[in-house]
């Protein structure tokens, strides 16, 4: 079964930097783009960042273009998110995605903290 397992999270203090990982199985990781969402208290889960099966092609959500990274490696199996400049508004639980045909599927998430 597909699984996704987030690491990373952690706290940190206004303009530092965090880099998440998801480590996927269950499926052909190569074939398939992946994502990061985020989900703060009382909002909606909002997209952070996609990234092509080939790696070649990314989008980023306009709150943090310039400031996040998403890479991945076909060969561990793994999605990066490299967080960097980072805001107390940046607060949340960050999940990655994969929709490897109708079902849509999510880890349990990292939670990341940004205060001093």
């Known amino acids: 079964q597909v699984q996704l397992v987030e690491s990373g999270g952690g706290l940190v203090q206004p303009g530092g930097s965090l880099r998440l990982s998801c480590v996927a199985s269950?499926?052909?990781?190569?074939?398939?783009?992946m994502s990061w969402h985020r989900q703060a208290p009382g909002k909606e889960r909002e997209l952070v960042a996609g990234?092509?099966?080939?790696?070649?092609?990314?989008n980023y959500g306009d709150s943090v273009k310039g400031r996040f990274t998403i890479s991945r490696d076909n060969t561990k199996n793994t999605v990066y998110l490299q967080m960097s400049s980072l805001k107390p508004e940046d607060t949340a639980v960050y999940y990655c995605?994969?929709?490897?045909?109708?079902?849509?599927?999510w880890g349990q998430g990292t939670q990341v903290t940004v205060s001093s």
């Open positions: 995605n994969v929709r490897p045909g109708i079902m849509s599927y």
């Open positions: 269950g499926f052909t990781f190569s074939r398939f783009a």
């Open positions: 990234i092509t099966n080939g790696g070649g092609s990314t």
